[in-house]
């Protein structure tokens, strides 16, 4: 069982950056596709975004597109999430989740196809 650590959250300015990074241990992320899905407060889990197994392919959610970007670096099994043009509705709990099964494509963004999630990192976004 892979255990996710999520950091990076934090409080920002609405139009600021951020970067968050999910640490994997007990398990090489590198076979795995990895999403990252995000709980505002009195709402239920919302799909961000998603990276394939190696890389090469991401499918984000349309509140998302073109501001964030999800990237991989299997040689220090870590995923990213880089945040930018930060919008009040951004704020929310972050997490990171992997695939159940190997060699996924960033497709579907459905929850129940992550088997392994973080505890989230909360980003608050003021005006």
């Known amino acids: 069982q892979v255990q996710l650590v999520e950091s990076g959250g934090g409080l920002v300015q609405s139009g600021d950056s951020l970067r968050l990074s999910c640490a994997a241990s007990?398990?090489?992320?590198?076979?795995?596709?990895m999403g990252w899905f995000r709980q505002a407060p009195g709402k239920g889990r919302e799909f961000v975004g998603a990276?394939?197994?190696?890389?090469?392919?991401?499918n984000y959610a349309d509140s998302v597109k073109g501001r964030f970007t999800i990237t991989r670096d299997n040689a220090k099994n870590t995923v990213y999430l880089q945040m930018n043009s930060l919008r009040v509705e951004d704020t929310a709990m972050y997490y990171c989740?992997?695939?159940?099964?190997?060699?996924?494509?960033?497709?579907?963004?459905?929850?129940?196809?992550?088997?392994?999630w973080g505890q989230g990192t909360q980003v608050t976004v003021s005006e």
């Open positions: 989740a992997a695939d159940r099964n190997m060699y996924g494509s960033s497709w579907p963004g459905t929850s129940a196809r992550f088997g392994s």
């Open positions: 007990g398990r090489a992320l590198a076979n795995y596709a």
């Open positions: 990276i394939n197994w190696n890389g090469v392919g991401t």
